[in-house]
């Protein structure tokens, strides 16, 4: 199969596709055929070597990148309970900062507890752009607290992170004011 790995921290170049077996899952895991994987901030940090720098990235050798992932399940690893049926369509989320593989891979292992069923009226282009934003969002409004009577306002409310913060925000109960260019007024209706 092929990946996009790092060898070593840098600019666009130092992006390589390499041929290896496809992985195989351990306990807790799945593994999805890749139809979709989304760039993040992150995947850019990381081959620019944010992370090494800043000593959260310690190892030395191939960096996978790629979080966010839609696919198709292949196999599940040993002690993977109510496993979402082989062939379905999923999304999840390839988490570690230095993994050996990451999504932007035909193939990727994710922990089994990080796969959601993909609805039929969502691409999985749409899918792959979903996990990690929406978990950015979570994990802001999780450092909020509770929302009883306050109002939260949402900077660039029309991007990846701030289209979920303001879904999930109005969910639990705040009251949600958008803030973002005219020109993606369209979006925030």
């Not at 050798?61 to 198709?72: E, N, Q």
Request: charged content about 15%; aromatic content about 4%.
């Amino acid at each position: 199969m092929r990946a996009a790995i790092i060898n070593s921290p840098g600019g666009p170049e130092q992006i390589e596709i390499i041929e290896v077996a496809p992985p195989i899952p351990g306990p807790g895991e799945t593994l999805l055929k890749v139809a979709a994987a989304a760039i993040n901030p992150v995947d850019l940090a990381t081959r620019a070597g944010v992370f090494h720098q800043a000593g959260v990235i310690t190892s030395v050798g191939s960096i996978g990148l790629g979080w966010d992932v839609a696919g198709a399940v292949v196999a599940h690893g040993p002690d993977v309970e109510d496993a979402i049926p082989v062939g379905t369509r999923v999304a999840a989320l390839a988490v570690g900062m230095d993994r050996p593989l990451g999504s932007h891979a035909d193939y990727v292992i994710v922990p089994a507890s990080s796969v959601a069923v993909i609805p039929n009226e969502i691409s999985d282009v749409d899918a792959a752009s979903i996990p990690l934003n929406t978990l950015t969002a979570a994990q802001a409004l999780d450092i909020f607290g509770a929302a009883r009577d306050r109002t939260l306002l949402i900077t660039g409310a029309a991007g990846a992170v701030g289209c979920y913060a303001a879904q999930l925000a109005t969910a639990l109960g705040w009251r949600v004011t958008g803030l973002a260019r005219r020109t993606d007024a369209a979006l925030l209706t």
